[in-house]
DNA sequence: GACTTTATATAT
DNA sequence: GGTGATATATAAAGTC
């Protein structure tokens, strides 16, 4: 696998690097290095000076910017107006180079350093307290909780990197993977300062409707206390809690409802009149407890939601956020996503992005033809492998999550027969996982080493001392593994390809033409209420924000990035990524 | 009382 | 006797 390196490779040819930087006293240094690394300027100004001297650099020579935490840099420079091209966020570069595979193992560097402080959930990250970053970097206390900040430290960080990098198995490959994760970095701060337009009209409605009209604080809504006095009718049991499992469970014992708990999937099917109402309970619970007038209150201001995204926050590489749970919105809520008068939602998902990235990384040209222009498990089905797409959807998803039981665990077989190469990557995968092994997407995340505990409990539960449980126990605690490491090459992969879709469309859109003064859309803030903007990101689903006069151009630019992105990881492979894409003026239940 | 764990819901 | 991945959020219950 390791490859001797007889020369060292070139500098890449590219952009001037802006390294920013905390200089004595309160000021900002802006250290310019050429691509060699060699310095070539050295600029210094006050945070205030700070927008007007990054524009102006940006203007001259679009520099890749290097940024010890972009989250922290990105709101100062928005609030001007900056919008970089390109930036490398040491922090989150830190952290790939760290695990990554391709990367020899004396270049990963040595135990945690400060770089790999993870992300801070920023305290007042609601409403539109942008200022919050300005007056840390004012103030200095940033330094305390984050990564450095310094200038020394981030261009020694950068060139340490840069030795990593230089020295890695594929440097090519790992440099698009970094230059990827860094845009996300900037798209997430975009994306949390445009904010998604939201219609706290509809989104009451749709509460109303669905719970009766919104109750005085500290009451359950009208809907609510009507199912909960049927449910404790129908338990006979005028006082019972819905709200506590544990009670509930004993009153539905009492009752003679025999179920181990009182999730939905136990009650539904079970027949006793409490059923209904309760599942209903539940239903309506859910809604106001997560979703509901507090939620509203407290994540929507001035007609947009701005939730905090974290890029690189789950292990494989696909985001998280904080606050709101974005990316938990209840598709019963995707109505209250509603673009500003005279603009509109294009909306964009890729259908069955995992599968078709796994058809790409294994070239496996079965599948690759089943979803040629198409659906995908329709496609699957027109082969003549199973008989409904239904059964194909069980069996690609148990392909890739590891299922063995059930409906997937009958359909797997017939894949691997008919997709030996797609089946031989996941399965390849999965097999490294159980043995304690690492493995790596597309371009280079690696998967977390195991703990030393983990390797110690396999060895010794092999070993001639070993008890029946303590074996069934290694192996139970292996498999599971491998279904982890089965997962996170495709996962990861697939989100180094939305990352790559979502990078080139997020330069595409920022050279749209400004709209005239009336048609902006004001909420979205001085640098995205004047064109087509990036509102909404989930895994495989992106929302621009478009006045209705660009919406057709961006719904193009959303196509053209995503075969981009497609030939950029896949060069030369006939793997296609279809949109299912719409323009409306508000979102639709799907 | 502050903190952690468990149960249950949501998304892909 | 367990048998499908990654997450976040809430509230109740458990722990110190």
């Known amino acids: 696998m390791a490859r001797a390196r007889l020369v060292t490779a070139p500098p890449p040819p590219g952009p001037p690097l802006c390294v920013l930087g905390r200089a004595e006293g309160a000021r900002i240094a802006v250290r310019t290095l050429a691509p060699g690394g060699t310095i070539t300027a050295e600029q210094s100004c006050g945070t205030a000076e700070l927008p007007a001297l990054a524009a102006r650099l940006e203007a001259e020579s679009a520099p890749r910017w290097v940024l010890s935490d972009a989250a922290a840099w990105s709101p100062v420079l928005l609030r001007a107006g900056v919008t970089p091209a390109r ?19 004396a270049e990963r560097g040595g135990g945690p350093t400060a770089w790999d402080t993870p992300h801070e959930p920023e305290e007042p990250a609601r409403g ?19 990564v450095p900040d310094g200038i020394e430290e981030a261009c020694a960080e950068l060139s340490r990197q840069q ?8 440097p090519a490959r790992l440099r698009l993977l970094l230059a990827a994760e860094s845009a996300g970095a900037l798209i997430a701060a975009e ?43 129908a338990l006979d049991d005028a006082t019972v809690s819905l709200d506590s499992p544990p009670k509930l469970l004993r009153a539905l014992h009492r009752a003679g409802i025999d ?64 606050g709101g749970g974005a990316l938990q919105i209840p598709r019963q809520l995707r109505p209250a996503l509603r673009a500003d008068p005279g603009w509109r939602l294009v909306s964009a998902d890729v259908s069955q992005l995992e599968p078709r990235v796994l058809a790409a990384m294994s070239g496996d040209g079965e599948m690759i033809a089943a979803g040629a222009g198409k659906d995908l498990y329709s496609g699957i089905v027109e082969a003549g492998i199973v008989p409904t797409r239904q059964e194909a959807k069980i069996g690609v998803l148990g392909a890739l999550y590891g299922g063995t039981t059930g409906d997937s665990g009958r359909v797997v077989p017939r894949l691997r027969q008919t997709f030996p190469d797609a089946m031989a990557l996941v399965d390849g995968a999965a097999a490294t996982g159980e043995r304690g092994g690492t493995v790596s997407t597309w371009l280079g995340r690696s998967s977390p080493a195991v703990e030393e505990s983990w390797t110690l409990a396999q060895r010794s539960a092999f070993g001639p001392e070993s008890t029946p449980a ?47 003064a009336d048609e902006r859309a004001d909420a979205s803030g001085p640098v995205f209420s004047r064109r087509a903007h990036l509102a909404f990101f989930l895994h495989d689903e992106v ?3 478009a006045p209705a006069a660009q919406a057709e151009a961006a719904a193009a630019a959303i196509r053209e990035c995503a075969d981009a992105a497609g030939r ?19 979102s639709a239940e799907k």
């Open 191 to 233: 994306l949390q300062a445009a904010g998604i337009p939201w219609d706290v009209a509809e989104h009451d409605r749709i509460l109303t409707e669905a719970l009766g009209p919104r109750p005085s604080p500290g009451t359950l809504p009208s809907r609510m206390v009507e199912a909960a006095a049927e449910v404790r009718e």
């Open 163 to 170: 030795q990593a990098i230089a020295a890695a198995e594929d």
């Open 543 to 545: 929302i621009v924000h």
């Open 128 to 146: 539109q307290d942008l200022g919050a970053t300005l007056f840390e970097l004012d103030c200095g206390s940033s330094a305390s909780h984050g």
């Open 259 to 322: 179920v181990p708990s009182t999730s939905q999937w136990e009650l539904q099917g079970k027949d006793h009149p409490a059923i209904a109402p309760l599942l209903r309970y539940k239903k309506m619970s859910r809604l106001l407890t997560a979703n509901g007038w507090a939620w509203l209150d407290e994540w929507v201001h001035e007609g947009r939601y701005r939730p905090v995204y974290v890029p690189g926050g789950v292990v494989t590489g696909r985001w998280a956020s904080s």
């Open 470 to 516: 303590e074996q069934e126990r290694a192996r139970r605690t292996a498999r599971e593994r491998g279904r982890f490491t089965r997962n996170f090459v495709v996962q990861g992969t697939a989100a180094e390809w939305a990352l790559s879709w979502m990078a080139a469309l997020r330069l595409r859109l920022a050279a749209f033409p400004e709209v005239a």
């Open 568 to 586: 950029l990881l896949f060069p030369g492979s006939p793997i296609d990524f279809p949109l299912d894409l719409s323009i409306t003026e508000r």
């Open 87 to 105: 930036c490398h966020d040491l922090r989150l570069v830190h952290r790939i180079l760290r695990h990554s595979e391709l990367v020899p193992a």
